[in-house]
């Protein structure tokens, strides 16, 4: 017995040793999926939890005192139960899937002085009682789907220093009753869909308030006055509202802010003039976009800032010489404003400047040759100012310059040669100068160049051979200068060559051989210079060619048959010296303009060859011939005219009325509106979109066209399709400058628009056929299989890249606003078009675009979440959708399935990849042996969705990211800190220099 009890002692049985407080949270931990496993030491062999993963406990009581079980993947609602724990002072379950809604019960946390649930999936409106925790100083709530309105009760936080809301969907109003937690220092309300309200004036009295973020808040109204009562504020951030009235001037009483972020609102006025000096720790201002007005205050460039951007404003007069002095300065964007003046000679001597962006404004005088001084200079656009001079010798070593935009001002003399080669510039845009010279054999070290535009000069001399050295080209751009010589020979090489443009310059002797490897060429414009030989018929094979013009040269022999495998959007060779037949399938009367002047040619257009000289005696030949085409056509018309008449007397009570058509081309048509007509019925209908239903036509000369029948038009068209009916009503008023919009836009993606033909009340709209259909029809079809991943990927680049162009390229910039997979078009070898323009909105030229639509844009599962709340659209609306295309291409899965539940394709991506991993959502239909490169899309794609608008790319950068994949690198991926995207300002920066 006693033997017993002794052992008893030396073996003490474990389970029953785990305290009170280990006890609850085993039963928390069962509340708890845990897909990583970071329970598995939470085990009863302890006697206290203060060992287990996440615990930590005071040292001397051993309670527990912290828990932070943050990025654990752990899921499921908040466990009250941890209240139970009398010591707890600090929870953090940070980016999780914490569900549910927060329980009332919440505040029985009676220590509670830190809590952080941010990045989780809580729903449901803020609990009343948080502020009943009477020692909270710390509530992050960042990033969960929060609704409602801010609860009154929060008013009487006692302790409370931090409050952080961002990125919910409260949608009440930012109340005064903040303005009372007089503990505060960072309010941080950012990127919620609150109703348009005021910034609440009694937010002045928060004398201890450091951080105040109130972001995409749509605030209204004017900054109050009191806002400058904040003397311990660093930070400022008021960016992306609707603010307006002028900026206060007692704002420059914040005699420690740091940062200041007003850019996107519509504030007016000016700078306040004086006061700035109060703000020493002033190291970035952000007014831009804007409506101020007025000149850039002396006293503000004093203060040694670090960043300056003031663009998209109106302000006028010059840039103060005493912004030279700032040691910190790095970022000076200016653009789109009326400054005018020299630029002061020293800028950039002291300071470590990153980005200057100057463009569109008045200045002139010359680069200051120190721009470059620190050597760490990467953009300079200048582009549509005044400059002058050349180009300073200094800048030859400015290795670190990687974007350089000198277009459309007076620059002149000769380029600097070590300036051509430098080695990390991928865009050198000279276009539109007086500069002269030869282009330098330095420019072989240009190995990242990816577009030279050196247009418009006065260059000359021979173009170089090294420039096929430049394996990333893909736009080289030198029309209108005086160029010499023959096109080198390696030009050959460049394997990335879209556009090779060199019009009108004086380049003579014959194409280089071994052009067929230019396979990515979309358009070859060598007009008006002197270049002779054959036309090659290698030029046949660039299948992605798309734009031919070698008119005005002297090319001879016979026009190669080659060309007919071409899908050629312009065709010119006109004034050379061809002869023989025109290929078949050119002999047609559109083509005609693109033949003439050359005296030798002969095909069956009329008014081609009657300059021969047979031409005597074929006259008469001629003649009866002509007598007698024209007595077979007054016969055909005859009969034709009767068949119509026959015709529309049968289909009287047709709802279209033909005879009121009125007909807007845009491209020269070998066919009529009443052609299309006749082919309308049911059995030619190739489906049926949101914005009306799709007809394939196939006219008398064999090519078939695509007619969409808007579903406005008559109400038995209607009546036949049910859903979405409204979506694809469109106002007639916008209608016609819309389509006259979208009919100007040619590009190898972007599906040709032919025609458009409309009555009162019923509009059709003719587009180019695609003989495979759309990419979501093939996708989610049993022929998925024809998408391999080579096509998947070249799929995803041509769809970009359109897209790219409408968002950039266009001038104004087109939102497609329903990019879907079924809106992708496939054409015969699979090449991708963007289509169906039925909701596409042109955005206003100040850059703000439509701020909300009276109808819903877009479909189920590609909506933005940002506009089911603020219905603002923009070019990141279409950004997300195009990132759900992607993750269809690579999952192979709709964008809603009921599979998914609740969730729609991209949070189900999100929750497979962390849950089960990269295996199960990929397509198993694809070749595993590409899953690295499916693996780089598949991130593009979730880039490209991310919640914050702020946080996608733009589409120009997503093309890059995408070539980059298809060249075996690394897509760069920047990380954003969420406020500022360069991005944004390199679209921005770009809309002047396109059109
Ligand atoms: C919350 O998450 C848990 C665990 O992931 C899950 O089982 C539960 O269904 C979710 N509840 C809700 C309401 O989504
Ligand atoms: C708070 O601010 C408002 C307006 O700025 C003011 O009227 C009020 O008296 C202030 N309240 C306190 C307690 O200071």
Redesign the pocket.
């Known amino acids: 017995m006693l033997l017993l009890l002794f052992l008893f002692f030396l073996c003490p049985p474990l389970t029953l040793s785990l305290n009170q407080e280990g006890l609850y949270l085993q039963r928390v931990k069962l509340g708890f999926d845990d897909p990583n496993g970071v329970f598995s030491n939470w085990n009863d062999r302890n006697d206290t939890p203060c060992d287990w993963y996440g615990v930590t406990c005071d040292s001397a009581t051993r309670s527990v005192n912290s828990i932070d079980l943050s990025n654990t993947n752990i899921g499921g609602p908040f466990p009250s139960l941890l209240c139970r724990l009398r010591s707890l002072t600090s929870v953090s379950l940070y980016n999780n899937s914490i569900n549910s809604t927060l329980p009332a019960d919440l505040y029985t946390c009676q220590n509670l002085e830190h809590l952080v649930l941010a990045q989780n999936l809580l729903t449901g409106t803020l609990p009343q009682t948080l502020a009943q925790l009477p020692n909270l100083k710390y509530l992050d709530l960042t990033g969960n789907n929060f609704s409602g309105d801010i609860p009154e009760s929060f008013g009487s936080f006692r302790r409370l220093e931090a409050l952080s809301l961002v990125g919910n969907l409260l949608d009440g109003t930012i109340p005064s009753f903040l303005?009372?937690i007089?503990t505060l220092k960072q309010l941080n309300l950012s990127y919620n869909p609150f109703s348009p309200g005021r910034i609440p004036?009694?937010l002045?009295?928060l004398t201890n308030l450091e951080i105040l973020w109130l972001s995409d808040c749509d605030l209204v109204g004017p900054i109050?006055d009191?806002i400058g009562q904040l003397k311990r504020l660093t930070d400022l951030d008021l960016a992306l509202n609707n603010l307006n009235g002028p900026i206060p001037s007692s704002l420059t009483e914040l005699s420690s802010v740091i940062q200041i972020e007003l850019y996107n609102n519509s504030l007016t006025g000016n700078l306040p003039v004086t006061g700035w000096s109060n703000m020493t720790a002033l190291r970035l201002l952000d007014v831009s976009m804007n409506e101020l007005n007025g000149t850039i205050p002396d006293e503000l460039c004093s203060l040694q800032l670090g960043s300056l951007n003031l663009y998209q404003n109106q302000f006028e007069g010059n840039l103060p010489k005493s912004i030279a002095k700032s040691p910190y300065l790095y970022e000076l964007r200016l653009f789109q404003n009326r400054l005018t003046g020299e630029l002061p000679k020293n800028l950039g001597k002291n300071s470590p400047l990153n980005f200057v962006d100057l463009s569109s404004n008045q200045f002139f005088g010359e680069i200051p040759a120190t721009l470059c001084d620190k050597g760490e200079l990467e953009e300079l656009l200048m582009i549509y100012n005044s400059f002058s001079g050349n180009i300073p010798a200094s800048f030859s070593k400015c290795q670190s310059l990687t974007r350089v935009r000198l277009a459309n001002n007076n620059f002149s003399g000769e380029v600097p040669a070590g300036f051509w080669g430098l080695p990390h510039v991928f865009l050198l845009d000279l276009t539109d100068n007086s500069f002269s010279g030869e282009i330098a054999k330095t420019i072989a070290g240009a190995t990242n160049l990816s577009a030279l535009s050196i247009s418009k000069n006065n260059f000359t001399g021979n173009i170089p051979d090294e420039i096929g050295w430049l394996e990333n080209l893909v736009d080289f751009s030198g029309s209108n200068n005086q160029f010499t010589g023959s096109l080198p020979a390696s030009i050959v090489n460049l394997g990335q060559l879209g556009k090779l443009d060199l019009h009108n310059n004086e380049l003579s002797g014959e194409l280089p051989s071994g052009m067929h490897s230019l396979k990515k060429l979309n358009e070859l414009n060598l007009a008006d210079n002197g270049l002779s030989g054959n036309i090659p018929e290698e030029i046949g094979s660039l299948s992605g060619l798309n734009y031919l013009d070698l008119s005005g040269n002297r090319f001879s022999g016979n026009i190669p048959l080659e060309l007919q495998n071409l899908k050629l959007n312009q065709l010119n060779l006109s004034n050379n010296h061809l002869s023989g037949d025109i290929p078949p399938l050119y002999a047609r009367e559109i083509y005609k303009n693109g033949f003439l002047g050359n005296p030798g040619l002969c095909g069956d257009i009329a008014g081609l060859c009657d300059s021969r000289d047979e031409s005597k005696n074929l006259g008469y030949v001629w003649l009866l011939r002509s007598i007698f085409i024209l007595a077979g056509l007054v016969f055909i018309v005859g009969v034709v005219w009767f068949y119509w008449k026959y015709r529309s007397f049968k289909k009287a009570k047709r709802a279209i009325d033909k005879s009121k058509w009125t007909l807007m081309s845009f491209h020269k048509l070998g066919f009529s509106e009443y052609e299309i007509l006749d082919c309308l019925n049911e059995d030619n209908v190739i489906g049926s979109g949101s914005s009306g239903k799709v007809y394939k036509a196939v006219l008398s000369n064999g090519e078939a066209v695509a007619v969409k029948k808007l579903w406005q038009c008559s109400k038995t068209a209607v009546d036949q399709e049910s859903g979405d009916v409204e979506k694809g009503q469109i106002h007639d008023d916008g209608f016609e400058a819309e389509v006259d919009t979208l009919g100007k836009i040619r590009h190898k993606n972007i599906v040709r628009l032919w025609c458009s033909c409309s009555t009162k009340d019923c509009k059709l709209l003719v587009y180019e056929y695609m003989p495979n259909g759309s990419l979501g029809d093939l996708l989610h079809s049993n022929k998925s299989g024809l998408l391999d991943w080579p096509t998947r990927y070249k799929i995803s680049v041509d769809a970009a890249e359109g897209l790219s162009y409408l968002h950039h390229d266009c001038v104004p910039p087109i939102v497609h606003r329903d990019v879907k997979s079924n809106n992708i078009l496939l054409d015969g070898d699979f090449g991708a078009r963007v289509a169906d323009f039925g909701v596409a909105k042109v955005v206003d030229a100040s850059g703000k675009g439509p701020k909300s639509m009276s109808v819903i844009a877009g479909s189920c599962g590609y909506i933005a979440p940002e506009y089911a709340y603020t219905l603002r659209v923009n070019e990141k609306s279409d950004i997300y959708s195009f990132g759900v295309v992607i993750l269809e291409l690579v999952t192979g899965r709709l964008p809603v399935d009921p599979e998914f539940g609740e969730k729609d394709l991209v949070k189900w991506v999100c929750t497979t990849l962390d849950q089960k991993g990269i295996d199960h959502v990929l397509d198993p239909k694809l070749d595993s042996c590409f899953k690295e490169e499916i693996c780089k899309l598949l991130n593009i794609g979730l880039l490209c969705t991310s919640p914050l608008p702020i946080n996608r790319p733009s589409m120009r950068r997503v093309v890059k990211m995408l070539q980059e994949i298809g060249v075996e690198k690394q897509p760069k991926i920047a990380q954003k800190d969420g406020k500022l995207s360069p991005y944004y300002y390199e679209d921005a920066s770009d809309q002047g220099s396109v059109a």
């Open positions: 303005g009372n007089s004036p009694e002045g009295n109050p009191s």
